[in-house]
């Protein structure tokens, strides 16, 4: 069976009641349910791990090999400033999808740079906590399951 990590960075444990005007209502654990049972109607599964330290998130990747097909990361700031995710990602050869509830692009300069994309199959960002959803079919049609 079809198996994805979904992998959050840091300050997304504070989605709901951080900045809503940008990041909107809905709680990490909200966006975990609806997840856990659109996998469950298609027959695949989620796993959930979201992080505020990057060296936790690096081993996260790393421990997806021979575990999970996929990864859909949304990575936080570290988007813009981490090259250790970058590598590791590189290193474990999995196919990853970027993920951003905001448009990235439409706000601050120093959000424009992503470190991940270099290395994603794709980006979807804008959408909101639909975006979850919407990565997790984009990944299944990319691994042709
Ligand atoms: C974010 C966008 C990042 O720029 C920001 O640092 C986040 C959340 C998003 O989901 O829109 O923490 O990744």
């Not at 997840?35 to 081993?59: I, M, P, Y």
């Not at 090999?65 to 981490?82: F, K, M, P, Q």
């Not at 951003?100 to 991940?116: D, Q, V, Y």
């Not at 994603?120 to 990565?135: E, Q, R």
Request: proline share 2%; net charge negative; aromatic share 6%.
């Amino acid at each position: 069976m079809t198996s994805i990590l979904v992998l959050n960075g840091p300050n997304l444990n504070l989605l709901g009641v951080r900045q809503p005007e940008v990041y909107g209502r809905t709680t990490l654990s909200d966006i975990e349910s609806m997840c856990q049972s659109h996998a469950a109607e298609r027959g695949f599964t989620v796993s959930f791990f979201q992080s505020n330290h990057e060296g936790a998130l690096v081993d996260a990747i790393h421990d997806a090999r021979n575990v999970h097909d996929a990864i859909l990361l949304n990575a936080g700031a570290y988007t813009h400033t981490s090259i250790a995710l970058h590598d590791a990602i590189a290193s474990v050869e999995l196919p990853v999808c970027e993920l951003h509830l905001s448009n990235i692009h439409a706000r601050e300069e120093f959000r424009h740079t992503s470190f991940i994309s270099k290395v994603a199959v794709g980006m979807i960002c804008g959408f909101g906590a639909h975006g979850y959803v919407l990565g997790l079919d984009a990944l299944r049609r990319h691994l042709g399951h």
